[in-house]
């Protein structure tokens, strides 16, 4: 748990997780007594997420939850907190906000990458330019499309904090979704990136490990990533579909090697990421040569026909 020094009297807590789950960033207006979350991890954590969040609360109740996008381990938690607080507001991205109602696996991304996600409920969209206030807090989200088309990012212009989802890490950002599936992407990602540049931020609290001041730097690393990616897309697919796989097995922890191989088959994404790997061979031939890689790097171990987690 993390308390900015610009978050006086525990204003704003960041909860940093470990993989698979997202950053939690909780807001609280204690003469209110309510409180806000961004983002709930992943399903996997969801009770771990809960009991977090409930510490993190101090008896305040949990009016709003909002995700930065809905990827799993963004929005897992979803249903299991909305099941603990029943009137708890759920706000979601507008771009996805049908497919969350029809709950459409197959636009909503889990299908593709074979990823879990329990089915939750959305009370409204947050539009990028909207403010979201609470307490003394003021975040204004701000469209930040490339890791995710629909992403939003969200600055306080009052601290300076902003909450950079997967747009910007210390060391990076996300994997570029759109260009694994042979859309343009990397375009988005400069945008979004010129647009953080642009904001006066003096702290980052982003989606996936720790809190940063110094943007510039973390900025200049996130270019020269994409640069490499620009410069090479295969090699971005072949990183885009390991993490898949790597995901897959987080999320298990162990799968019997014949029903690795029946999921790596069939899963829609890592087919499109063969295409742009111009690898030749079936779809399970090139899982299986992932596999052998994130063993060779010690990632994952296959014994006695089960794949493990390392």
């Not at 603990?84 to 709950?103: E, S």
Request: charged share 20%.
């Amino acid at each position: 748990m993390y308390v900015p020094p610009s978050s006086a009297a525990a204003e704003l807590v960041l909860l940093e997780r470990g993989w698979l789950s997202s950053n939690n960033v909780l807001l609280r207006d204690g003469e209110a007594g309510t409180a806000l979350l961004f983002d709930s991890g992943h399903v996997s954590h969801a009770e771990q997420t809960l009991a977090l969040v409930h510490q993190a609360l101090g008896g305040l109740a949990l009016g709003r939850l909002v995700n930065t996008h809905l990827h799993s381990d963004h929005c897992g938690g979803n249903a299991r907190l909305q099941a603990a607080h029943d009137a708890l507001q759920l706000l979601v991205p507008p771009g996805q906000a049908q497919a969350v109602r029809d709950w459409d696996v197959g636009l909503l991304g889990y299908r593709p990458t074979g990823q879990l996600c329990p089915r939750f409920h959305i009370d409204g969209v947050v539009q990028p330019g909207e403010l979201l206030r609470c307490g003394r807090w003021c975040f204004e989200a701000l469209a930040a499309p490339g890791h995710d088309p629909h992403a939003l990012v969200y600055f306080d212009a009052g601290s300076g904090v902003l909450l950079s989802g997967d747009a910007l890490w210390r060391d990076g950002f996300g994997v570029v979704f759109p260009e694994l599936d042979g859309e343009a992407g990397f375009a988005d990602v400069a945008a979004t990136l010129d647009l953080i540049e642009r904001l006066p931020v003096r702290e980052v609290l982003p989606g996936h490990g720790g809190h940063f001041s110094d943007v510039a730097a973390a900025l200049a690393r996130a270019r020269s990533r994409l640069a490499r990616h620009e410069r090479n897309p295969q090699a971005h697919a072949r990183h885009g579909a390991k993490v898949l796989v790597k995901y897959h097995l987080m999320e298990l922890g162990r799968l019997p090697l014949d029903e690795l191989r029946t999921w790596l088959a069939a899963t829609p994404l890592l087919g499109s990421c063969q295409q742009r790997c111009g690898v030749a061979g079936t779809q399970l031939e090139f899982g299986l040569l992932l596999l052998d890689e994130l063993c060779r790097r010690g990632a994952l171990a296959v014994r006695e026909g089960v794949v493990i987690d390392l």
